[in-house]
């Protein structure tokens, strides 16, 4: 009978320590998985802008910038513009206090290169947003997605925090210097937090 019963017991002792060193390995299987899930965590960042008129205009619209996975998407629209092309920047100040807009200062431009279209092999302002179209009832959109900005990462050469979104009256040629003669500022809207 003694022997019965520490064979029983050798026998559960084996059980739990093989159901002990199982619960182990399932732990740090489980650990893994979240350290992963961790490091590849995915942080989204949002900001919504409203863009109000300028220089007599009634040009207003709204801006709805995110940051996700390293890149930023800027998506617009706007109301109350004139039927026809317009230009719309990035500007180096999100001041737009003054009544045509030219307290937001000229175009973002941190790397010092030349006014161009965005994405030219000639070089662009990382403020070259570009054109859209305005309908015959005053509306438009534009979307643009980059890995050239950031939203509040602090590197100069590509936090937009800080800049202002500026509509412009006309078109950007994308060649003339250092504005693309895209004519006054109908909209102003600071990228503020």
Not at 88 to 114: L, M, Q, R, V, Y
Not at 134 to 154: S, V, Y
Request: glycine fraction near 12%; aromatic fraction near 6%; hydrophobic fraction near 35%.
């Amino acid at each position: 009978m003694k022997t019965i019963v520490i064979t029983l017991f050798s026998l559960i002792a084996i059980i739990f320590l093989s159901c002990k060193n199982e619960a182990k390995k399932d732990q740090e299987t489980t650990d893994e998985i979240v350290k992963e899930v961790v490091e590849e965590k995915v942080e989204m960042k949002e900001l919504g802008i409203v863009l109000e008129p300028r220089s007599g205009s009634t040009a207003e619209g709204k801006v709805l910038i995110t940051e996700e996975n390293g890149e930023v998407t800027l998506a617009a629209s706007f109301y109350g513009l004139t039927p026809g092309t317009h230009a719309i920047h990035i500007h180096e100040k999100a001041d737009c206090s003054a009544a045509d807009g030219t307290s937001s200062g000229g175009h973002w431009n941190p790397t010092f290169t030349s006014h161009g279209k965005w994405g030219a092999t000639e070089g662009y302002h990382k403020g070259d947003i570009g054109n859209f179209e305005a309908d015959e009832n005053g509306q438009g959109t534009i979307t643009l997605t980059t890995n050239e900005w950031c939203l509040g990462c602090g590197d100069e050469n590509k936090d937009i925090i800080g800049k202002a979104i500026i509509v412009h009256q006309g078109a950007d040629d994308f060649t003339t210097q250092p504005t693309g003669n895209a004519g006054g500022r109908v909209s102003c809207g600071g990228i503020i937090k």
